[in-house]
């Protein structure tokens, strides 16, 4: 369903507009690491996910909200501005956007080697660029939780 | 997504991502993406489809098995869709007919909330959670507020910080999760875009979101501004709109 060409005419133009806005990225880092079953996993989701009575996010907000690892599926809420990506699926079951469960039921069977103590929720809809500082701190972050596998999740 | 895969694999740390609109992921050049076909909110494509779901988790974690990159990769199976009714969805609970504008729009949303309220209790239950409550602690604070608005006597906002316009966009979005979350507890199984199409045909809230929007594009406060144009009303009702009111113009 989420293909460009399924979308109506204006929807469409919204999203290439998008591209034609881009900044240039310069050249795609790629970074290697060791194999999957000894990584350890962290969730960043672009949702607008937070934990009840956390901060909401503001439109155009570029900062994160912290998800502790062991938050009950019960106390996270979605705060995204935007109105135009289905939310029925989230409020039916997260893991269809934050797939904590899942994560946990490969970490169990050894897939992968563990999952980050705290994973961290962006809103989509914020200015590229002012991503950058903040996703800078995030990283000082994950690396002293020596998270080596970030899954990067949007809506 | 994209450019927050860029600036932390730029620190050190390997990224995957999924990718709903391939387009914009392939202009971006991530260092690994998956790009799967659902539908925008669902990367996981669908709720409870726990094997559906770790399929896809599974090939996301896969490219960091890759040697070198940047990889942009196809995630080819649809969701399931369960047996779903798709359209023509009439709720049952029948609600008035909406004409009238002020208090009557309001008193006509806070019927339809009692209507829905067994359901929503019943979603709530069966759920083991609800995710109303960015405005307040229940709906009844979200609606006083919305209701404010249509009405004419906006309230100020509840919290110390929050602007007028975030205020009443997060009271709007715990009403409509509210509804959401109701409807699909009733009988059938409802697609997403049949509970999305009754939401904003039929329901008095919506005309009320739709009030608000008028208030905002008229507003001076800089917070509603932004509200009118983006962030209350999805495009494709705004769209809807726009046509109308040049089909009317040139008829």
Request: hydrophobic share 45%; net charge neutral.
């Amino acid at each position: 369903m989420a293909r460009l060409r399924d979308f109506s005419a204006p929807e469409q133009e919204h999203h290439l507009q998008k591209i034609r806005e881009l900044p240039d990225f310069g050249a795609t880092p790629f970074v290697p690491g060791p194999p999957l079953n000894k990584r350890r996993v962290a969730i960043i989701t672009t949702s607008g996910l937070h934990a009840r009575g956390d901060r909401p996010f503001d439109i155009g907000a570029a900062d994160y909200r912290v998800i502790p690892g062991d938050t009950p599926a019960a106390d996270l809420l979605m705060s995204h501005v935007s109105v135009n990506f289905d939310r029925s699926g989230f409020q039916e079951d997260i893991n269809v956007v934050f797939p904590i469960d899942r994560l946990r039921e490969l970490a169990g069977e050894g897939v992968i080697g563990s999952i980050s103590d705290f994973h961290y929720s962006f809103m989509g809809a914020a200015p590229i660029r002012a991503l950058e500082p903040k996703a800078r701190e995030l990283a000082a972050l994950l690396k002293k939780d020596r998270v080596d596998a970030v899954l990067l999740t949007p809506v | 997504m994209g450019a927050l895969g860029h600036y932390i694999e730029r620190e050190g740390i390997p990224t995957a991502q999924i990718s709903l609109i391939r387009e914009q992921t392939a202009a971006i050049k991530p260092s690994r993406a998956l790009w799967v076909p659902f539908m925008l909110g669902r990367p996981f494509g669908a709720p409870n489809e726990p094997d559906f779901q770790r399929s896809v988790l599974r090939a996301l974690l896969s490219l960091f098995e890759r040697p070198s990159g940047p990889v942009l990769e196809d995630f080819s199976e649809d969701a399931p869709a369960a047996a779903a009714q798709e359209e023509g969805f009439a709720c049952p609970v029948s609600f008035v007919p909406v004409t009238a504008g002020g208090r009557g729009l309001a008193r006509a949303m806070w019927e339809e909330i009692a209507q829905l309220a067994t359901w929503y209790s019943l979603a709530r239950k069966r759920r083991g959670r609800t995710t109303v409550g960015v405005f307040g602690a229940t709906v009844a604070d979200a609606a006083r507020h919305v209701a404010s608005y249509v009405d004419g006597a906006p309230d100020a906002p509840p919290v110390a910080g929050w602007s007028a316009g975030m205020a009443v966009k997060r009271a709007c979005d715990d009403v409509k999760a509210y509804y959401y979350e109701a409807v699909a507890a009733q009988p059938g199984n409802l697609a997403a875009k049949a509970v999305e199409d009754w939401f904003w045909r039929e329901t008095a809230a919506a005309k009320a979101f739709l009030a608000i929007r008028d208030i905002c594009l008229k507003s001076d406060d800089e917070s509603l501004k932004p509200l009118g144009k983006l962030s209350l009303i999805p495009r494709f009702v705004t769209d809807g709109l726009n046509r109308a009111q040049q089909e009317q113009h040139t008829t």
